[in-house]
């Protein structure tokens, strides 16, 4: 199943999949193409496939994406193989931002949607700077998108409010596994025993 997670810049969606990756077998990160420069923290590969821009537009015109956006001015997206290969061996979640869960639910595909909110709009701002990651500018225009996001809360299937991270981590833990238990994901398994019982 595609498991797809979006919500606001700093909601805290890298931390709580982190927790879920370290916790949960069977679920696989999808590594998203940028052409936003690489952090000193990221790793080409493993947090992003970090790529030029003419690059990623060659990969546009060739239809490699399953969803691409603009976000905050670089351009992110999910590429049709890195789902093929991740999916084969299970769960494949992706971490992307809302316009582009938009995308996906446009697609029709089976695929469960997961917003993650902060708790309140100053926790996010306060997480944000705490982060440190972005210079002061870039955490305004992050904010003012945020403004606009989270009011599309409400055209996903779930959400998880993330004020302590421990809760949120159980949550979305809590999903992933209830959607492992749906009738139509275990179909096959519930034959195979039914089968067993003639
Ligand atoms: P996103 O991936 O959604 O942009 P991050 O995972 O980078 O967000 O989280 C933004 C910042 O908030 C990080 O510095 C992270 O350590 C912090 N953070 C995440 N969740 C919590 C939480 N529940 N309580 C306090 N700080 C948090
Ligand atoms: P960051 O630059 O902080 O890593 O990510 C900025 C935003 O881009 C986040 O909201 C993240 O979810 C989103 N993002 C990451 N990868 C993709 C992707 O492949 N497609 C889309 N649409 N958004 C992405």
């Given at each position: 199943m595609l498991i797809v997670v979006t919500g606001?810049?700093?909601?805290?969606?890298?931390t709580i999949l982190r927790h879920v990756m370290r916790d949960l077998r069977g679920v696989r990160f999808s590594v998203s193409h940028t052409t936003r420069p690489r952090r000193p923290s990221e790793q080409d590969g493993r947090d992003y496939h970090?790529?030029?821009?003419?690059?990623f537009e060659r990969m546009v015109r060739r239809s490699?994406?399953?969803e691409w956006a603009i976000v905050h001015g670089n351009y992110y997206g999910t590429s049709k193989r890195e789902i093929a290969e991740k999916?084969?061996?299970g769960d494949v979640i992706l971490d992307i931002d809302v316009q582009g869960a938009k995308q996906v639910q446009a697609l029709g595909i089976a695929a469960v949607f997961v917003f993650i909110m902060p708790p309140v709009f100053r926790e996010l701002k306060r997480r944000l700077k705490e982060r440190g990651e972005d210079k002061p500018d870039v955490i305004e225009r992050r904010l003012r998108t945020a403004r606009r996001e989270i009011t599309q809360a409400s055209h996903f299937d779930y959400v998880v409010i993330n004020d302590k991270l421990d809760r949120a981590v159980l949550e979305l833990e809590s999903i992933i596994l209830a959607t492992r238990c749906r009738l139509a994901v275990r179909r096959d398994q519930v034959r195979t025993i039914q089968r067993s019982f003639e």
């Open positions: 606001p810049s700093g909601s805290g969606k890298s970090f790529v030029a821009k003419g690059e490699a994406f399953v999916g084969k061996a």
